[in-house]
């Protein structure tokens, strides 16, 4: 059974930084890509950024391309997000997955990731 438990949202003002991070259990984290993905109100799950499971290959939107990071600490069993130069249209929930590969690269949809962290809502003020 694998979980996932992301924490460090909250609210912050437009131009500012939150770093998301994803807590996972089980003993093969480095074995399998992970991603970051959002939602916002009545909008579609949507891809943000995602990592190998080396950590050596990241993918990002282009929406957050230049402002986020996303990096893994395999010893830790943790992933993070280090978002920058927040802007109100990042207002969402943000969640961690888990992918059923090493390396996932191009196309990111929600359902070739098997597992799914609960969520942090993340609110940008303008």
């Known amino acids: 059974q694998v979980q996932l438990v992301e924490s460090g949202g909250g609210l912050v003002q437009a131009g500012g930084s939150l770093r998301l991070s994803c807590a996972a259990s089980?003993?093969?984290?480095?074995?399998?890509?992970m991603g970051w993905f959002r939602q916002a109100p009545g909008k579609e799950r949507e891809f943000v950024a995602a990592?190998?499971?080396?950590?050596?290959?990241?993918e990002y939107a282009a929406s957050v391309k230049g402002r986020f990071s996303i990096s893994r600490d395999n010893a830790k069993n943790t992933m993070y997000l280090q978002m920058n130069s927040l802007k109100p249209e990042d207002t969402a929930a943000y969640y961690c997955?888990?992918?059923?590969?090493?390396?996932?690269?191009?196309?990111?949809?929600?359902?070739?990731?098997?597992?799914w962290g609960q969520g942090t809502q993340v609110t940008v003020s303008s």
């Open positions: 997955a888990r992918d059923s590969m090493l390396v996932r690269v191009g196309v990111h949809r929600p359902g070739d990731y098997p597992y």
């Open positions: 089980g003993r093969t984290f480095s074995s399998y890509a």
């Open positions: 990592i190998s499971g080396s950590g050596s290959r990241t």
